[in-house]
């Protein structure tokens, strides 16, 4: 995910959730966006760009940590949306059509990350703190009661 907020030349969606946020919501069956080379495992099952999780079968609990080049941050975020049972890690951008038209509608609960997320790099080295804070997104009941229950620090709030 790229984790800058402005364009940028070069920029790469290959940013990693760092293992403290994975570990605090709990086992995940599939990451449909997983980094090509992961520093740890994300899900049982892992599908990177290479095998294009979008047009692969979902099933059990995912976790969602997009790319953030468009259009794919929405085409995933839909895909989840209809899939109904995971985890999305965006950035805390309620105002966007993306939010409003599927987040709002679809979405069980979020929180809202106290702290900016420092992401990891391919190298393993941590990135800067992000020009955005991230929040999290629950689809489904049990992962809104994960939300609401994790030791992430935040604002949890219910949806639907």
């Avoid at 080379?37 to 095998?51: G, N, Q, R």
């Avoid at 468009?70 to 105002?95: K, M, S, T, W």
Wanted: one cysteine or more; aromatic letters at 12%; charged letters at 25%.
């Amino acid at each position: 995910m790229n984790t800058r907020f402005e364009r940028i030349e070069k920029a790469s969606d290959e940013w990693y959730t760092p293992k403290e946020v994975l570990e605090a919501l709990g086992k995940f069956d599939l990451d449909p966006c997983a980094p090509i080379a992961p520093l740890w495992p994300t899900a049982t099952v892992m599908y990177d760009k290479h095998i294009d999780g979008l047009s692969q079968k979902w099933e059990g609990r995912v976790w969602l940590n997009p790319p953030y080049s468009r259009p794919l941050i929405e085409q995933f975020v839909l895909r989840l949306a209809e899939h109904g049972n995971g985890i999305a890690l965006l950035y805390n951008r309620c105002d966007s059509k993306m939010f409003q038209d599927i987040i709002f509608k679809k979405a069980i609960a979020m929180k809202f990350l106290r702290h900016r997320i420092r992401f990891y790099r391919p190298d393993g080295t941590r990135g800067n703190s992000p020009g955005c804070g991230s929040i999290l997104i629950a689809f489904g009941k049990d992962n809104a009661e994960i939300l609401k229950t994790c030791t992430l620090e935040g604002k949890y709030v219910q949806i639907n």
